[in-house]
């Protein structure tokens, strides 16, 4: 079971929120290693 669903709303929003900025991170570095 996927444990998403069984966190409280404030839980889940802060994992979202966190998953966010890794992604933004990421996504960055991608442009940063590109140029």
Do not use: Y
């Amino acid at each position: 079971c996927d444990k998403k669903f069984v966190m409280p709303k404030a839980e889940l929003g802060d994992a979202i929120r966190e998953q966010t900025v890794w992604s933004t991170i990421a996504f960055l570095q991608h442009v940063w290693l590109v140029e």
